[in-house]
C-alpha cells in the first residue's frame, strides 16, 4: 500500500482525509481503528491502550513492507500517533498531528468530561442523533458532503467505543508512562492546529512544541477540523514536512479511490493519490 499513515479521531471515519488526500496527490493509508467503522473484534475493550496497540502493530506491518513511515494524526488519531510513535520510534521516519496532543497540563475539554461521567456520557450520547452531529459537523465548517457521510457512520459501536476510549484517558487527562514516553519522539515532528479550535487550544499546541522541538503551523481563521478547512494550504507543509516527498509513489492525483473493510477491523480507505518558527497563515 503506502509508508504515508493519515490516522482520523472521534468521532470521524478516514474519509474525513478525503479533502486533503486530493490536494497531496499520492498514496495514503488511511486505517479506522476499530469500533468506528466496523464492529470491533471479541475481546477489544476500545481503551487507550488497546487502540495504540493495533495503531503501532498496523505500523510494524507497514514498516516491514516500506520501511520508516510517514504519519499523521487528527483529534485521537493524534494522541494515538504520538503514543505509537514514542513506543516504536524505529518504525517512524517523521510525525505530524492536528487537533490534540499529550500534554499533563490540559485537563481536556468539555464534551470529554461529559462523556467520561458514568451514566451523564450514556444519556448524552444518546441524545445526540446522526441529524444532531451532522449539523455540529456543518457548523464546524466541514463541506455538507463531508459532514453528511461523517453522521451516517454515529453507529451504536462507534458511540460505545468513544465512551470506552475517553474513560480509559479520564477525559484526556493524560500522566504516567503516556506522559514519560514523549521523550523517545524522533525529532521530525510537526503541530498543524487552527487557531479558533473550541475544544484544544493553540495553547497546548505552542507548550507541546515547545517541550519536544516541533514546529508548529497555526491556521488563523480554521477550527478543530483544520486539516479539511485548510486542505489546500496544509498538504503544502506536509509536502515540506515529510522528508522524502509525497510523491514518492508517483500516482498522479486523478487516480481512482479504493476502500478496503476488513471485518472486525474496522475499514480502512487507500488513496492514490526543521525550522524553528511558528508560522501564522491566513
Known amino acids: ?127 445526540s442523533p446522526r441529524k444532531m452531529i451532522e449539523i455540529i459537523l456543518r457548523q464546524s465548517a466541514l463541506p455538507p458532503d463531508i459532514a453528511r457521510h461523517e453522521a451516517a457512520a454515529w453507529s451504536a459501536n462507534m458511540r460505545r467505543s468513544i465512551l470506552a476510549l475517553y474513560r480509559s484517558a479520564n477525559a484526556l487527562r493524560f500522566e504516567g508512562d503516556w506522559v514519560n514516553r514523549l521523550e523517545a519522539l524522533p525529532k521530525r515532528g510537526l503541530l498543524i492546529w487552527g487557531a479558533k479550535d473550541p475544544y484544544v487550544p493553540v495553547s497546548v499546541a505552542r507548550r507541546f512544541a515547545t517541550r519536544h522541538g516541533a514546529n508548529l503551523l497555526i491556521e488563523r481563521n480554521a477550527g478543530h477540523w483544520a486539516i479539511v478547512e485548510r486542505a489546500k494550504e496544509i498538504s503544502g507543509v506536509l509536502l515540506e514536512h515529510f522528508p522524502t516527498g509525497m510523491n514518492r509513489v508517483g500516482i498522479p492525483k486523478t487516480a481512482r479511490v479504493r476502500f478496503k473493510l476488513h471485518a472486525g477491523e474496522g475499514g480502512q480507505h487507500v488513496w492514490p493519490g526543521r525550522f524553528r518558527l511558528i508560522f501564522v497563515k491566513g
Open 1 to 127: 500500500m503506502t509508508h504515508r499513515i493519515l490516522v482520523h479521531g472521534v468521532p470521524d471515519t478516514p474519509f474525513i482525509w478525503s479533502a486533503l488526500i486530493e490536494q497531496l496527490g499520492a498514496h495514503a493509508l488511511a486505517p479506522s481503528p476499530p469500533g468506528f467503522c466496523a464492529p470491533p473484534p471479541a475481546g477489544f475493550g476500545s481503551t487507550k491502550d488497546e487502540y495504540a496497540k493495533w495503531l503501532v502493530d498496523l505500523l510494524q506491518d507497514q514498516y516491514a513492507t516500506y520501511g520508516p513511515l510517514d504519519i499523521f494524526g487528527h483529534d485521537w488519531g493524534a494522541l494515538l500517533t504520538l503514543r505509537a510513535a514514542s513506543l516504536r520510534p524505529d518504525l517512524i521516519n517523521s510525525w505530524a498531528i492536528s487537533g490534540a496532543a499529550i500534554d499533563p497540563d490540559y485537563g481536556g475539554h468539555f464534551v470529554a468530561h461529559i462523556w467520561n461521567t458514568p451514566l451523564l456520557g450514556e444519556i448524552a450520547i444518546a441524545a
